[in-house]
């Protein structure tokens, strides 16, 4: 079967330090993968797209990797501050026009 | 420049009953799409349309219909409301089809009872 994982455990991280959170998917090849904040009781906002030809991306204090071979992408959040505590969700394309999310990791960053 | 609006944001329908649930965005976006998120499930897709008058199903979309008769309005009918329904709905819109991130509206909190 088609998946996207992403740790359904919450993530519990100090303040100031680098959080770090998976997303592996299964029998798909992606051209682009996303990365979303949702926070409670409202819609997800995206923050970071990757293509599959790039390593890496970067923006401010977050950066996203892709791993076409591992097929999984890992997203940092360098220096965390409490106000980044979220969920935060992966997305891929699985064909052209579709687009599926993983249920994503919920980040708690404690001051 | 309002986004991506949803209507209502919360309603209580009776099994069998039927909808409409609205969306509208402002920014001569091609792409809209209907997600559903249930706890531990993560959002998945019902319907998608790359165009006004083109639409096609997603991953879940029985129990669901939509149209596309503009670019700015992609409604989502439930034909006869199921408590397997209750969810909250998503309705987002981007310039294409992945190369592009989405903007999502507010969402509309659904309790079918």
């Known amino acids: 079967s088609q998946k996207i994982e992403q740790n359904s455990e919450a993530l519990n991280i100090q303040e100031g330090k680098t959080a770090t959170l998976t997303c592996n998917y299964t029998?798909?090849?992606?051209?682009?993968l996303q990365w979303y904040r949702q926070d409670p009781g409202r819609g997800p906002v995206f923050l970071l797209l990757?293509?599959?030809?790039?390593k890496e991306k970067r923006k401010e204090r977050l950066k996203v990797t892709f791993d076409t071979t591992l097929k999984q992408s890992l997203f940092h959040i360098t220096a965390s501050q409490p106000a980044d505590s979220a969920t935060y969700l992966c997305?891929?394309?699985?064909?052209?026009?579709?687009?599926?999310f993983g249920s994503g990791t919920k980040l708690n960053v404690k001051p | 420049n309002a986004g991506v609006t949803q209507t209502p944001k919360f309603q209580v329908l009776k099994t069998g009953q039927s909808m409409t649930l609205q969306c509208a965005q402002d920014?001569?976006?091609?792409?809209m799409s209907w997600y559903r998120q249930d706890p531990g499930m993560g959002l998945r897709l019902i319907h998608y349309s790359v165009g006004a008058g083109i639409t096609d199903q997603g991953e879940v979309p029985n129990g669901y219909n939509v149209s596309r008769s503009t670019t700015e309005d992609f409604p989502l009918r439930l034909l006869s409301a199921a408590p397997s329904q209750t969810s909250v709905y998503f309705c987002?819109?981007?310039?294409?089809?992945?190369?592009?991130?989405?903007?999502f509206g507010s969402g509309t909190r659904l309790t079918v009872v």
């Open positions: 920014m001569n976006h091609e792409y």
């Open positions: 990757i293509r599959e030809n790039e």
């Open positions: 987002a819109s981007s310039y294409g089809a992945a190369n592009y991130g989405y903007t």
């Open positions: 029998n798909y090849s992606p051209a682009y």
């Open positions: 997305a891929l394309d699985i064909d052209l026009n579709k687009f599926y």
